[in-house]
């Protein structure tokens, strides 16, 4: 029996290529969105979509204050977790 990580990405591929075929841009873009989340003894920040992160605090606000500059500068929003990893506040600095 296949695992269902690899059902997910048949899934994706099958969705995908129905899109394409419709004519949709199917093509990832790359968001600059930044999580903090909670990491070893402390927190970190993580660019969305990245396995490694951009940067590790001791504090939640500290981490959050980074998370801030960055999603400025890129228009992007931040993504607070809490410490059990769920989403406690998500904040925009977007255009839109």
Known sequence: MPNQN?????????????????GHDVAKKRT???????YQNGWAVRREGNERITSKHRKQSTAINKAKRLAKRYKADVVIHRESGGIRDRISYRDD
């Open 32 to 38: 600059w969105h930044q999580h903090v989340v909670p």
């Open 6 to 22: 690899a059902i997910i990405k048949n899934i994706q591929q099958l969705i995908e290529a129905i899109l394409k075929a419709l």
